[in-house]
C-alpha cells in the first residue's frame, strides 16, 4: 500500500511516506504541488494543514493533482482552515485580543518560517465543488474540528 503524509513537517506517521517542502531527517524533500508519485498509484493521501498554504487561485489544480495520483477507490484526507468556524470563533468574543490574534493566526498562517502563510481557507460547499472537479466521484464527507474543516473523499 501506498500513502503519502503531506507537509509532514516533523510528524512523521509510520507506513506513510512523508513529505514536505522543507528538508527533514526521514522525510522526503518534495513540492506539495509537483509530487515526484505515478499517476493512480497512491492508495491513501494525507493532506494535514497544509493545503492553505498554496494560493487559493491554484487551489484546484493542487486537489487535481492529487486525486490524479490516487488510486481508484483511494481515499484523501484534507484537514484546512474554515472559514465558518472561524468567523463563529472571532464572533463569540471578538473584543478579546487573544481571540483576535488566533483569528489573524488561522487566516494568515504563524508565519514563523517562510512557507507558514496561509493563502486559502476552506469553505464545505466549495471544497466539495473542487474535490468533484478533481475527479473525486466517491463519498465525500466533511466535519469540523475546532476552526479546521476536515474533508475524507474517496476516488
Known sequence: MLKLN???GDQYLNGYINLDIRRFANCVQADVCHLPI???SVDEILAIDVFE????N???QLLKHWVDK?????QIFIQAPSLLRIFQYFWQDSNDVGVIEKTIE???GK?????NTHYTIC???LMEEYLRQAGISGNIEHRFNNTNLEFRAIK
Do not use: A, M
Open 53 to 56: 498554504h498554496i494560493s487559493f
Open 6 to 8: 503531506l507537509g509532514c
Open 106 to 108: 488561522c487566516i494568515f
Open 111 to 115: 508565519q514563523d518560517y517562510e512557507q
Open 70 to 74: 490516487l488510486k481508484k477507490g483511494g
Open 123 to 125: 469553505h464545505p460547499v
Open 58 to 60: 491554484k487551489s484546484k
Open 38 to 40: 505515478k499517476d493512480n
